[in-house]
């Protein structure tokens, strides 16, 4: 059965820290996609990266980078240099592929506070 | 391209009233899915489609239906609406890669 835990309900940090949002997930398939998505306060839910269970490489995109390691079954997420903008919720997510379609679980997500 | 559309964006329903949210994608994406968010929690996976004529059940089924009878509608139908139905509903569609959401529906039952 799929799962995802975040285990930080809320972080507080000040501008221009680092932060790192922990996602745990568990499956059984082989072949499953993980997602983080950001959801600011207006509500809607914004694309931040995929990463397929082949595919352990680390990536960088500006501030945002993400550590996914199949051995803990953890897909972590790092912003350096926080800004105040960055206050949303985070959610981190599993999809596997069955007869029914690309079934996604999400994790309850992470809300962030970065003060100025 | 207008992405993922959901109407309504507000709906406010007595116990027991049946509706249905509509849910629409114009990307021609085989994947599309129904969620409820509630207050302060993640996205919970209400029923999901692989194509016209397949759906399946998500996490939380019961109360809700659907059909898919074409590559880009989706709708979600509540039966006999109930206070615990009073969420926020998203619908999603993917190629297989990224999720593309709607803007979702807010719904209160009474």
Same mark, same amino acid.
């Given at each position: 059965?799929?799962?995802?835990?975040?285990?930080?309900?809320?972080?507080?940090? &000040?501008?221009?820290?680092? &932060?790192? #949002?922990?996602?745990?997930?568990? !499956?059984?398939?082989?072949? =499953?996609?993980?997602?983080?998505?950001?959801?600011?306060?207006?509500?809607?839910?914004?694309?931040?990266?995929?990463?397929?269970?082949?595919?352990?490489?680390?990536?960088?995109?500006?501030?945002?980078?993400?550590?996914?390691?199949?051995?803990?079954?953890?897909?972590?997420? @790092?912003?350096?240099?926080?800004?105040?903008?960055?206050?949303?919720? =985070?959610?981190?997510?599993?999809?596997? &592929?069955? !007869?029914?379609?690309?079934?996604?679980?999400?994790?309850?997500? @992470?809300? #962030?506070? &970065?003060?100025? | 391209?207008?992405? +993922?559309?959901?109407?309504?964006?507000?709906?406010?329903?007595? *116990?027991?009233?049946?509706? *249905?949210?509509?849910?629409?994608?114009?990307?021609? $994406?085989?994947?599309?899915?129904?969620?409820?968010?509630?207050?302060?929690?993640?996205?919970?996976?209400? $029923?999901?489609? +692989?194509?016209?004529?397949? *759906?399946?059940?998500?996490?939380?089924?019961?109360?809700?239906? +659907?059909?898919?009878?074409?590559?880009?509608?989706? %709708?979600?139908?509540?039966?006999?609406?109930? %206070?615990?139905?009073?969420? +926020?509903?998203?619908?999603?569609?993917?190629?297989?890669?990224?999720?593309?959401?709607? %803007?979702?529906?807010?719904? *209160?039952?009474?």
């Amino acid at each position: 059965a799929q799962k995802v835990t975040q285990a930080q309900t809320e972080i507080s940090v &000040v501008e221009k820290e680092d &932060v790192t #949002l922990d996602c745990v997930y568990e !499956t059984r398939d082989t072949t =499953y996609y993980l997602f983080w998505y950001k959801q600011p306060p207006s509500g809607e839910l914004v694309f931040l990266i995929r990463r397929n269970s082949f595919d352990e490489q680390n990536e960088i995109s500006g501030r945002y980078s993400w550590n996914f390691q199949k051995s803990t079954s953890s897909f972590n997420f @790092t912003i350096t240099a926080s800004q105040v903008v960055d206050s949303a919720v =985070y959610f981190c997510a599993l999809s596997e &592929v069955d !007869t029914g379609g690309f079934k996604t679980i999400f994790g309850a997500g @992470t809300r #962030l506070f &970065v003060k100025a | 391209n207008a992405g +993922v559309t959901q109407t309504p964006k507000f709906q406010v329903l007595k *116990t027991g009233q049946s509706m *249905t949210l509509q849910c629409a994608q114009d990307m021609n $994406h085989e994947y599309m899915s129904w969620y409820r968010q509630d207050p302060g929690m993640g996205l919970r996976l209400i $029923h999901y489609s +692989v194509g016209a004529g397949i *759906t399946d059940q998500g996490e939380v089924p019961n109360g809700y239906n +659907v059909s898919r009878s074409t590559t880009e509608d989706f %709708p979600l139908r509540l039966l006999s609406a109930a %206070p615990s139905q009073t969420s +926020v509903y998203f619908c999603a569609s993917s190629s297989g890669n990224e999720q593309f959401f709607g %803007p979702g529906t807010r719904l *209160t039952v009474l």
